[in-house]
């Protein structure tokens, strides 16, 4: 029987540990190797060859969504399987439409851990239940990193002349970002905006 290679992506040595303990007695799954973080996981991933990548989320260096994107791009037969502790994260649906063929929550029972790898090496896909409703959302809008920058100064208070005198730029400027913000997310005005980017968990600050 052919094992199923997996490779474990976590900056926490003890959940990489604990995952290799739990998979090490299956007979049908073999891990090949583990990475801290997500660009040690993109070289690891080219180099071994993995049925599975085991992918954390919030990583040093290259976070989980950004190297679940640049090892699909590179090995799209590869399955990407999301470890996360929050289930309604936003960083979820952005992995998810950056390839990753399904998500477990880390607090899963080892047996729904399991079962999720396997799922998602036969079938393609696997998902906790709490993180259901979150996978089968639209995608969340993809905003530059000035977008970004301008909609959370906007949370926090801050007037178009004081984002303006923030970033150096002119107050049209931000009013012509704040436009685009709009458009991706759908709002009407500065409050609308703001509400569905904290419903949508888009704010980082």
């Not at 977008?147 to 002119?170: C, F, H, P, V, Y």
């Not at 107050?171 to 419903?199: T, Y």
Request: glycine share 6%; hydrophobic share 50%; aromatic share 2%.
């Amino acid at each position: 029987m052919k094992k199923t290679g997996i490779l474990i992506v976590d900056d926490h040595a003890l959940i990489r540990r604990g995952l290799s303990d739990l998979i090490r007695y299956e007979k049908d799954l073999a891990v090949v190797g583990e990475a801290c973080d997500g660009a040690s996981a993109v070289e690891a991933a080219a180099r071994l060859r993995p049925d599975v990548v085991v992918m954390d989320l919030v990583m040093p260096k290259v976070d989980g969504v950004e190297a679940t994107r640049r090892i699909k791009a590179a090995m799209p037969e590869t399955k990407v399987m999301i470890l996360t502790t929050f289930g309604t994260s936003a960083d979820v649906s952005r992995a998810i439409a950056a390839g990753a063929s399904g998500a477990i929550m880390k607090d899963a029972s080892t047996d729904e851990q399991l079962a999720a790898i396997r799922a998602v090496a036969a079938r393609g896909t696997a998902f906790s239940p709490g993180i259901v409703q979150v996978a089968q959302e639209d995608p969340p809008p993809e905003f530059t990193e000035r977008q970004q920058m301008i909609l959370e100064s906007i949370a926090r208070g801050l007037t178009n002349r004081d984002i303006a005198k923030m970033l150096d730029i002119s107050a049209d400027a931000v009013k012509q970002h704040f436009a685009a913000i709009c458009s991706k997310l759908g709002a009407a005005n500065r409050a609308e905006a703001v509400a569905i980017a904290m419903k949508r968990h888009l704010l980082k600050a």
